[in-house]
Each structure stands twice: as C-alpha cells, then as structure tokens.
C-alpha cells in the first residue's frame, strides 16, 4: 500500500506565503516525478509545478516566481513553497508520485488526498 499524506493548507490573505508537505509511504521502489496539482471549483484538475527525478523542475506560467518546489528524496517528501499568494490561487492541492512499487516491474501514479488552500482578497 502507498500512501502521499499532505499537510500545509490553509487560510492565508493576498499576499502572503503556505509551505505544502507531501510525505510518501509504504513499499517504494523508486520514485520518479513528484508533483503538485490544483483544482478549483468548476476547473479541471491543472498542473502547479512538477520536479523529476534528475532535478529538473516545470512550472505553470502562473506560480514561475511564486512557487518553489523541491523535495528531500531520503524522506520521500516534496514541498511546494507558495509566495504572494493570489485569491486566484485559491483550490484544492494535490500531491502527486509516480513511483514503481516494490516487487513490481511499472511505475503507477498515486494521488494525496488534497488540502485546501483559500486566500483571501
């Protein structure tokens, strides 16, 4: 069983800054892409950021410069550090992992549960 346990959300105002922390669990192989996704009411799920297993990191145009991710591979975990929020950020946040697991030849994505991320105008 794997499991990505988000945590970090929040009520924040305009302006101000959220850290989200995805840890992953169970029996890993190798985690490849790790990233974050958001989806706001009446929206698609869209990509935030995503970094690869080389170090390689991808943005939305819309956070370049306002979110950093980054990730600590010896914990599993990845962050996403969100700077002068906008209300237009307000969603629900996912972590994502592609991952393979123990015993198993391919790599699957797995989804958190989400958090919610509210700014306020």
């Known amino acids: 069983q794997v499991q990505l346990v988000e945590s970090g959300g929040g009520l924040v105002q305009a302006g101000g800054s959220l850290r989200l922390s995805c840890a992953v669990s169970?029996?890993?192989?190798?985690?490849?892409?790790m990233g974050w996704y958001r989806q706001a009411p009446g929206k698609q799920r869209e990509l935030v950021a995503l970094?690869?297993?080389?170090?390689?990191?991808n943005y939305a145009d819309s956070v370049k410069g306002r979110f950093t991710i980054s990730r600590d591979n010896a914990k599993n975990t990845v962050f996403l550090q969100m700077n002068s929020l906008k209300p237009e950020d307000t969603a629900v946040y996912y972590c994502n992992a592609n991952l393979r697991r123990t015993g198993e030849i391919i790599s699957r994505d797995y989804w958190g549960q989400g958090t919610q991320v509210t700014v306020s105008s």
């Open positions: 970094s690869g297993s080389g170090g390689s990191t």
């Open positions: 169970g029996r890993i192989f190798r985690i490849n892409a």
